[in-house]
């Protein structure tokens, strides 16, 4: 389950603003600020949620589950 805080992590990691997660994610920016205020698991619908996954993703940011120790992001390692 996705939290506010790996929403904000992970785009403080891939450098995007606010706004770029929006458009990349086809969400409004009021929703993405919405999101980034909840502490825990957002709770959104699977569709939000996904497209977030989605756009995060592209960005490089690999999101980790829940392992007993806190779900985290990490940036992808680069192909180059």
Do not use: F, H, W, Y
Request: proline share 2%.
């Amino acid at each position: 389950m996705l939290t506010g805080e790996q929403i904000r992590a992970a785009r403080a990691l891939a450098r995007l603003e606010q706004t770029d997660l929006a458009e990349r994610a086809e969400l409004s920016l009021a929703t993405i600020k919405r999101l980034e205020r909840i502490k825990g698991p957002i709770g959104a619908n699977t569709a939000t949620e996904a497209a977030i996954r989605k756009a995060l993703s592209g960005a490089g940011v690999i999101l980790i589950d829940e392992n007993g120790e806190g779900p985290g992001v990490r940036l992808r390692k680069s192909q180059g």
